[in-house]
Nanobody, 120 residues
């Protein structure tokens, strides 16, 4: 499964962005998708996660400001980023947890990063 992320950019503090992650190809079932972010010198952080069936979870640092959703008709995962802060500046990666069958182990696919820069 190929993942293509888009939507990053430069925005002022308090602004908004919407990231997209389109999945295509492959013969695997997507059981979960999500977004990580990475800043030089910091550990990679799981920002938001969507699980097949619709449940979602968020890092404490983004709760109430970020919303993850998925459009199944477009095979696309979204991350709405509101009330952005300079500390949200990072390279954002989307990923997908994949399974060939119920019995098979989870595989992961990663998209390329999309840069989010928030100016103060």
């Amino acid at each position: 499964v190929r993942l293509v992320a888009s939507g990053g950019g430069l925005v002022q503090a308090g602004g908004s962005l919407r990231l997209s992650c389109e999945a295509s190809g492959g013969r695997r079932n997507i059981v979960a998708m999500g977004w990580y972010r990475q800043t030089p010198g910091k550990e990679r952080e799981l920002v938001a996660r969507w699980i097949s069936g619709g449940s979602t979870s968020y890092a404490d640092s983004v709760k109430g400001r970020f919303t993850v959703s998925r459009d199944n008709t477009k095979n696309t995962l979204y991350l709405q980023l509101n009330d952005l802060e300079p500390d949200d500046t990072a390279l954002y990666y989307c990923y997908a947890d994949l399974k060939f069958s119920i019995e098979s182990p989870v595989e992961q696919s990663w998209g390329q990063g999309t840069q989010v820069t928030v100016s103060s």
